[in-house]
């Protein structure tokens, strides 16, 4: 008996795009199908991987997509840090991109909490952007801060610890955020920085907060810089490799590469050029890449011009949908007697 393949088309109506293809192939097996709507999700990475391009890339391509504009997209810009020219990056739809309901960036986690509590008992359809989870205080682990330095002030020893009620007070709040989530089929993007692990030989990455986002995550994705991208001696950006390592969705873990410039920001054509060379769909000879579909040939910035010429971005999504998904077939054994018939 042939085993059924994995399929490769997902109803597009339950998902955002990540706005990038082999990111939503890592996610979801599907091209065009990042975040499941409904759900958290929580990206983990390295200063400078490029968290913060990735979540504003995917609620940019959501408003994008969103052509009746149902929802509603909130960046709550935690750290007050973002620097990014959005107008530049993302151009008209930057201006839909909205605060907080409550007209403030949150600053504790309560303020999270009321913040998106507000839009699901509104039963306000959203897609909110937290950035990011490690800046914010537990109101509590404030109150013994400012305690600890009276104290210290006055020369006793500090009583009480600090930092101690954010974890609890995270798994109570997403717990409660988690279960009305899918009513309004809503996706709160949660961004954590990574830390080195302390006591362990080797070094290992881990975030804060304890293991309220990894359990309630429908998708936990880790990024980390592959390398540096030089031009004229100057540094233009980052080649970042994204690992899902929760998969409420496929319950697969995969890597995709993913290409970030300050300039542009996610370059998905890049990426899905690479990996058809890389694959070796495409034939690459020294420097010159020969894009059959496409008729043409030259270097990788000659194809890109290329493809985006003649609008064959679509074209090239589904070369890569299709590519991927006969690597992700060719790992299924067909020819092993079903455990469980009919």
């Known amino acids: 008996m042939t085993r059924t393949k994995t399929p490769n088309k997902r109803d597009s109506s339950n998902f955002i795009s990540s706005g990038s293809t082999l990111f939503n192939l890592a996610l979801s097996d599907d091209a065009h199908c990042g975040f499941k709507k409904g759900t958290l999700v929580n990206i983990v990475g390295d200063s400078s991987a490029g968290k913060t391009f990735l979540a504003l890339t995917g609620l940019v391509t959501a408003i994008q997509d969103d052509v009746d504009r149902k929802y509603t997209y909130i960046y709550d810009d935690v750290e007050s840090a973002n620097q990014f020219d959005m107008p530049k990056l993302f151009g008209k739809f930057a201006e839909e991109i ?27 359809p959203f897609i909110y952007v937290v950035d990011s989870f490690d800046a914010l205080d537990s109101e509590e682990d404030m109150q013994n801060f400012k305690k600890s330095r009276k104290e210290k002030k006055a020369g006793k020893k500090p009583s009480g610890s600090y930092r101690m009620a954010k974890p609890k007070k995270a798994s109570e709040m997403f717990r409660r955020i988690c279960n009305k989530l899918e009513h309004t089929q809503s996706i709160l993007i949660v961004i954590s920085q990574t830390r080195d692990a302390i006591g362990t030989m080797f070094k290992k990455k881990t975030r804060s907060g304890g ?3 990894k359990f309630y995550s429908a998708h936990e994705v880790w990024l980390a810089v592959e390398k540096t991208l030089i031009s ?27 290409y970030f410039y300050y300039s542009y920001g996610v370059d998905d054509v890049r990426a899905n050029i690479e990996f058809l060379v890389q694959e070796k769909y495409w034939k690459k000879i020294k420097k010159t890449i020969k894009a059959k579909e496409f008729d043409a040939e030259g270097t990788v910035t000659t194809i890109i011009h290329h493809i985006e010429g003649v609008d064959g971005e679509e ?23 079903p455990r469980f018939e009919g």
């Open 98 to 124: 909205e605060k907080p309901p409550l007209e403030k960036y949150s600053n504790t986690i309560e303020d999270l909490f009321d913040n998106v509590m507000h839009l699901l008992e509104e039963d306000i």
């Open 315 to 337: 074209r090239l999504q589904e070369l890569v949908g299709k590519k991927w998904m006969e690597i992700e077939n060719s790992l299924i054994d067909s020819d092993r007697k």
């Open 232 to 258: 004229k001696k100057r540094m233009i950006g980052t080649k970042t490799r994204s690992r899902t390592k929760k998969n409420q969705i496929t319950g697969k873990w995969r890597d995709s590469p993913l």
């Open 211 to 213: 293991r309220a986002l």
